[in-house]
């Protein structure tokens, strides 16, 4: 072939680069196959989805709108309005992910990926039967996959039986999915745990009639003999499908138990920060969440972003970076304690925050942990939220009592003010003295 101009060749070029994530080079490929064959709707589908990765979100609405156009394939007219949806449930945009999965899902009512997305969507709007059934979905798509420790079911609920829950997602989703773990214990005969190995320690303290082993992302893997021949298998995840049928199913109750004996140590050491003869209250801080393919770009909030509210509370500040911030604090109020939030084990950031009076992050996996010790908290939500914290007019989620949810609603500066009113009243009701 000796035409550098052919479409299919720079189609196939741009999608190579993608897979090696070179997006801008896959992207100006993907852009020339658009001007030389404008009428070709997988040119405008390609370019659409690089938009999409790069957070490009009203160019990749175009550049799908413009596939639809030119579709005249009804197979392809579905994959473009489930990336449509997808589109939408990064932007947020819940009632419009659910419109673009159905539509979809009527062309082909067997697409998965159309059904994990109207799950995700429907979850996000409280729908939760049908949530739970669309989530089922995601379970064998990309990176999330379905095991099996020998070959047994996957469980459904059954009484009596002998399961293995494992952890699926990051480290914030298995901790929110262990609200659950207590609702499969009471039912089953015997209950293992497979988790990340940063949680183990904690689940083991937490769930004390369970088996805990921390191997999941381990290669080599050691278990007792007598745990690796279950009766059937469940991710955590589904067991949302058995126990969270509707908001009333949800207590939001704290249900993990950090050491006492390290929080004590904590408490005892916040008892010396002085400030006019009362004690400082003591509040944790993270400010960013996430990585690039979870939009870490709109859960990212410098040191100099916090000062409004750093300089409106005279605290002591705590980093509950999960990264080495030395650099990023010098100069600032912050203080950062590397034992607790830079360790392996989470169970020691578990104690810190459990001493802690209040904690204001991001959205990331430090909101997890604080709502499930029953811990007051702020959680920050860009409006590419995350399904579990809702629409943006709310500033609850059923999963934690404790959590006050503060949407962007596309103004940081007014969402930290609707912050610190919210904390004021928090630490109002604190006898901080003591």
């Not at 896959?26 to 999409?52: C, K, M, S």
């Not at 989530?135 to 070959?151: M, T, V």
């Not at 015997?190 to 689940?203: A, D, H, M, R, S």
């Not at 509040?283 to 393919?293: D, F």
Request: charged letters at 25%; a neutral charge.
């Amino acid at each position: 072939m000796d035409n550098p101009d052919h479409p299919g060749y720079l189609l196939i070029a741009s999608q190579l680069h993608d897979k090696t994530k070179r997006l801008t080079i896959a992207y100006q490929f993907a852009h020339r196959v658009t001007r030389i064959a404008p009428h070709v709707a997988e040119g405008w589908l390609n370019l659409g989805r690089l938009n999409d990765e790069m957070y490009r979100f009203e160019d990749a609405h175009a550049c799908y709108q413009r596939a639809l156009t030119e579709c005249k394939r009804k197979e392809l007219r579905c994959l473009i309005l489930v990336n449509l949806s997808g589109l939408s449930i990064t932007e947020g945009n819940w009632a419009e992910a659910e419109r673009f999965a159905r539509l979809a899902l009527g062309i082909d009512p067997t697409n998965r990926k159309a059904h994990a997305n109207l799950g995700t969507a429907c979850l996000a709007q409280k729908k939760w039967r049908e949530g739970w059934d669309g989530y089922s979905y995601i379970l064998g798509l990309e990176n999330r996959k379905i095991f099996q420790f020998a070959d047994e079911p996957q469980w459904q609920g059954e009484k009596g039986k002998s399961i293995i829950i494992y952890g699926e997602q990051g480290l914030g989703d298995e901790i929110c999915f262990a609200s659950m773990f207590w609702d499969a214990i009471a039912v089953s005969r015997k209950t293992v745990i497979e988790c990340n190995p940063k949680l183990q320690g904690l689940f083991r303290r937490s769930f004390p009639k369970a088996k805990v082993y921390g191997s999941r992302w381990c290669k080599e893997v050691v278990w007792d003999e007598e745990d690796t021949h279950p009766d059937a298998s469940v991710s955590s995840g589904a067991l949302g499908a058995l126990y969270r049928q509707k908001t009333s199913d949800f207590p939001g109750e704290p249900f993990l138990v950090a050491d006492p004996e390290r929080t004590a140590a904590w408490r005892a050491l916040w008892q010396q920060k002085i400030s006019n003869g009362k004690r400082k209250p003591a509040i944790g801080l993270a400010w960013t969440g996430g990585v690039q393919w979870t939009a870490k770009k709109f859960r990212t909030w410098t040191v100099a972003d916090l000062h409004p509210i750093t300089r409106a509370i005279d605290a002591h500040w705590v980093s509950l970076q999960y990264e080495d911030a030395a650099d990023e604090i010098a100069g600032s109020p912050i203080v950062q304690y590397p034992q607790a939030t830079l360790t392996k084990d989470y169970d020691d950031t578990a104690a810190l925050v459990a001493s802690l009076d209040l904690v204001i992050t991001m959205q990331t996996a430090v909101a997890h942990l604080a709502g499930a010790l029953g811990k007051p908290c702020i959680v920050f939500v860009p409006d590419t939220g995350q399904w579990r914290y809702g629409s943006s007019d709310g500033t609850t989620t059923p999963w934690y009592k404790s959590v006050h949810v503060v949407h962007q609603r596309g103004n940081w500066d007014l969402a930290k003010q609707r912050a610190l009113i919210y904390a004021e009243r928090v630490l109002s009701g604190y006898d901080i003295a003591g």
